[in-house]
């Protein structure tokens, strides 16, 4: 190993300072390309390609430093390139290699990485093309600034050479640097004094950033003693242009050049520049913008390589640009196809050019984050006979979403196109002459219409070619117009087969017109790849997290709205927070809180508030309280299935809401009693309204907290039993009240007690007075199917007539020792008789009638056995009428009612077909 490396590091040395007095081979740039330039200026500086400043040396022609053999020591079966699955081709973004740090980074992966040999194309530093591109584009606007542009661009690559490189390494790579800038000086010079470029002169400026890179990059990875060498694709990839701003690989010529390369680079490591290549005249050209992923993919062709793995930013390919829909997930694979598909449309994570070169061979692409190598990737392949099997769920047929933006429409439109031969071709006939690029053409069996889209800036050039080309037969009336439609984006679906399987496009377009938006155009490729639709430009974002939660979001996903985060609401935040990811994870149930509403501030949030922070949210961003732009925006969200609002107030205003809400599709879940308790024809309304719909109402927290109470009910009445009698202790307080007033305690003492220990409401006459329970029990009639007020509930208050007067809790806490007596003796009467006292709620179904009172019971009735401050209720039915069916235990309490509602959400869920 170290006399290898140091031969090849001695080959190396020699390469790169033979690199700094040499121009690149690619002389015929100046020949042949800028001659019309040049002509003007000298006929010297077209020979020798440019004038140089002042003072500097006129470099003499030379063979580029790649081409130079100097590894005498290898033996002639190593410089033959043995193509095959021994080679892997690594592709690394300009993100990848964006600082010094990462270029570290980047050695290290290529190091780890066990192949036997490894090919490593590499972009430009992040921005740095863009900073080439500006500039030419200044200097041909004869704006000087391109002197300081150039400065820095220098100053990014010479700083990170100094952190990543020492020693020779650092000062042939500076030298060469340098070199290479006063040669983009010059050649800017002459662009500024020209006022314009070339696309030659623009291709050889723009792909410094990968010589750059690329050398760089192998330097540092030499220094960890591996035999590698950095190839610059222009001495290798040849490439023919085509009239449409493309290039198109020669394959035969690269591969021979590319063994010739070999021959005299012979190594196990190759760091080849991405984006550039040469022309057969081996003038300098680029494979065009984001054009290293393609140059990585010829490479794994001509290489015939086990794999190409591409590195970026991201964890893959997403089922939709993860800047634009957050809940856009990381795709296992992709067929070439849709991948291919994905990339025109717009998702720029691969360019669309990359698919074909490995498709041939059948070599897979990776793609990979490199700032979290812990994630799998996307695998883009031949599609495997495990797919197949894979395709009785939708999501299977439609694997991504993308968009393009800035378009236009352009719809030629009239009868006299029916029928007539040629129409189609002098359209496009007539677009293809101004070089626009149709991204998607649609067309009406009827022929009456031809729309077809084309990038926003080129389309006055063509409505202009079609007025001319049809100003005939648009004034004689065959045509009755060539219209443009400006400001629309293109949004795809891909997937293998999706079009030909029913209820796909169904599925696209319903979501669509569920969030309200108009599709200008269809086209449906006959691929079966992809439908594309054409909306307006503002809907795009919209549209695309319709179409995309449509398809990837749990049909249990269900955006909420929080109102009144008290004592309760705060504890079933804190709830939702401790569960929601193993809803998520185990039963595909997505609780998304999008708004708290409280009575002053509200919180709300698109995608859903992190609950860890809740609190904090609220007093960092929280806004004024506004209920009805409050349920718009929970409600309003267009990429959330369901909505839900949990009341967690004991508001009446709030409750009188409930009826709008559910006639809008919203859920409701609530534990206030208000709804239920208040004017029955409301109440009925409500009912007959959730009845008839698809969306639900619970409230099973409104009596008993989280005991199951309304459900139990619920389940004899469907089931067809008939409810003779409710009967039970619904208050948690006044259970705690008479189960511990025994002993020859007092009245007031025990109340006192229940109200030190937080049993009670501050006033405790609220509880005293029986309302609560009467709330309760009209609760539970009506579910029995009673037509009752409140009003016709008799309540038997405890709070002494004297004292309802009272002003203030403390006065009635002062005043109600005076009425001890009394109470000592109904309970000694009771205790005589061998019973106790229970404060009780009956609902009598049999005569229709419901009360309120304190009642003895024997003292081996169920209700006497009540500790604490349990709730117990007594259902007494056609089936359980000797031995009544009995529900038992905590009634009342912040965690038990919270508990109570989230149970509600969950059975609303499963209502929308969680599973079980
Ligand atoms: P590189 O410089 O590594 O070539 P690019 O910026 O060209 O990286 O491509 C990666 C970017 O593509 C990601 O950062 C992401 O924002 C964007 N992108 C757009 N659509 C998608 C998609 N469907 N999946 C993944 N990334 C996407
Ligand atoms: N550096 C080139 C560009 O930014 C090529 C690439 O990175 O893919 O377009
Ligand atoms: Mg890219």
Not at 384 to 404: P, R
Not at 418 to 436: E, L, R
């Amino acid at each position: 190993m170290a006399s290898s490396s140091f031969s090849t590091a001695v080959a190396h040395l020699s390469r790169v300072s033979t690199a700094h007095t040499s121009l690149p081979s690619h002389h015929n740039l100046f020949q042949s390309q800028c001659r019309p330039f040049f002509l003007s200026r000298s006929s010297h500086s077209l020979r020798k390609g440019f004038t140089l400043p002042r003072g500097r040396k006129a470099p003499s022609p030379a063979v580029h430093a790649s081409f130079t053999d100097l590894s005498t020591n290898v033996s002639l079966e190593d410089k033959q390139l043995a193509k095959g699955e021994t080679w892997s081709v690594h592709k690394f973004g300009g993100t990848c290699v964006g600082t010094s740090q990462r270029i570290q980074n980047v050695a290290e992966i290529v190091v780890k990485d066990d192949s036997e040999r490894k090919l490593v194309v590499v972009s430009a530093m992040s921005k740095v093309t863009d900073m080439m591109y500006d500039l030419i584009h200044k200097a041909q606007s004869r704006d000087e600034s391109y002197i300081s542009s150039l400065d820095a661009v220098l100053e990014k690559h010479s700083a990170t050479a100094h952190d990543i490189l020492d020693g020779d390494n650092l000062a042939s790579f500076l030298s060469k640097l340098h070199h290479d800038i006063s040669n983009l000086k010059a050649m800017l010079r002459a662009i500024y004094i020209a006022g314009h470029a070339t696309e030659s002169f623009t291709d050889f400026v723009v792909g410094h950033g990968e010589l750059w890179s690329a050398q760089m990059l192998s330097l540092v990875i030499r220094k960890n003693g591996i035999d590698c060498n950095w190839m610059d694709t222009r001495d290798v990839l040849i490439v023919n242009p085509t009239s449409t701003n493309q290039v198109d690989p020669d394959y035969l010529e690269s591969e021979r050049r590319l063994e010739k390369w070999y021959s005299l680079n012979p190594c196990k490591v190759i760091i080849a520049t991405g984006f550039i290549a040469s022309t057969h005249k081996n003038i300098p050209t680029t494979l065009k913008r984001d054009g290293s992923d393609f140059s990585a993919a010829i490479m794994g062709a001509l290489f015939r390589a086990r794999q190409v793995t591409i590195w970026t930013d991201v964890d893959g390919v997403y089922s939709a640009d993860p800047r634009k829909v957050s809940e856009a997930v990381i795709l296992k694979t992709l067929s070439y196809q849709e991948a291919w598909e994905m990339s025109y449309f717009g998702a720029n994570v691969l360019h669309p050019r990359t698919i074909i070169p490995v498709m041939r061979y059948g070599i897979p692409i990776m793609i990979r984050n490199i700032f979290n190598l812990s994630a799998p990737g996307t695998k883009i392949c031949h599609p495997s006979v495990n797919d197949h099997e894979d395709m009785q769920n939708l999501q299977n047929y439609v694997k991504g979403f993308a968009t393009i933006d800035n378009l236009a429409l352009v719809n030629v439109e009239g009868t006299g196109m029916a029928g007539v031969p040629g129409t189609a071709s002098a359209i496009f006939g007539a677009v293809k002459d101004v070089g626009a690029n149709v991204i998607m053409i649609s067309q009406a069996s009827s022929e009456h219409s031809v729309c077809f889209a084309v990038p926003e800036k080129e389309v006055k050039a063509v409505a202009d070619a079609l007025q001319s080309r049809f100003r005939q037969a648009l004034d004689n009336g065959r045509l009755s117009q060539v219209a443009v439609i400006p400001n629309c984006s293109i949004l795809a679906a891909v997937g293998q087969k999706m079009a030909s399987t029913p209820g796909v496009s169904a599925s696209l377009f319903n979501a669509l017109a569920k969030a309200n938006i108009n599709v200008r155009a269809i086209a449906q490729g006959c691929s079966e790849y992809n439908i594309t639709v054409v909306v307006k430009r503002e809907d795009c974002i919209k549209a695309l997290r319709a179409v995309h939660s449509r398809f990837y979001l749990s049909r249990t996903t269900i955006a909420m709205g929080i109102i009144g985060p008290g004592l309760i609401g705060s504890t079933l935040l804190d709830q939702l927070r401790d569960q929601a990811s193993t809803l998520k994870e185990e039963f595909n149930i997505d609780l998304r809180v999008m708004g708290i509403l409280g009575s002053k501030s509200m919180l709300l949030s698109e995608a859903g508030i992190d609950l860890t922070r809740w609190r904090e949210l609220r007093g960092e961003r929280g806004e004024v309280a506004d209920l009805e732009r409050f349920v718009q925006h929970v409600h309003g969200n267009h990429f959330i299935p369901n909505t839900a609002l949990v009341d967690c107030t004991a508001d009446t205003g709030v409750a009188g809401y409930y009826y709008d809400w559910l006639r809008k599709g919203i859920h409701v879940v609530t534990p206030n009693k208000k709804a239920n308790s208040g004017p029955l024809d409301q109440y009925l309304r409500l009912r007959a309204l959730q009845r008839q719909s698809y969306t639900h109402y619970f409230y099973e927290a409104t009596v008993g907290a989280g005991l199951p109470i309304v459900s139990t009910l619920r389940g004899l009445l469907e089931t067809g039993d008939r409810i003779l009698q409710i009967e039970g202790i619904f208050s948690g307080t006044l259970s705690y009240i008479f189960n511990n007033f025994k002993d020859g305690r007092a009245f007031s003492e025990v109340v006192a007690e229940a109200k030190e220990a937080g049993y009670t409401e501050p006033d405790p006459r609220d509880d005293l007075s029986g309302t609560d329970v009467a709330r309760k029990v009209i609760i539970l009639a009506r579910e029995s199917g009673l037509k009752l007020e409140l009003s016709n509930i008799p309540v038997g208050s405890l709070v002494p007539e004297p004292l309802r007067g009272c002003a203030s809790a403390q006065e009635f806490m002062q005043e109600l020792p005076k009425f001890d007596q009394e109470f000592t003796k109904k309970q000694e009467d009771a205790e005589n008789a061998g019973e106790v006292l229970r404060y009780v709620g009956v609902v009598d179904v049999t005569n229709k009638k419901g009360v309120v009172e304190l009642r003895r019971y024997k003292k081996d009735h169920p209700f006497a056995q009540l500790s604490g401050s349990d709730n117990i209720i007594a259902f007494t039915t056609r089936r359980y009428q000797d031995q009544p069916l009995i529900v038992r235990g905590p009634g009342a309490g912040a965690q038990v009612t919270a508990g109570g509602i989230f149970s509600d959400i969950l059975r609303l869920a499963s209502y929308l077909g969680a599973p079980s």
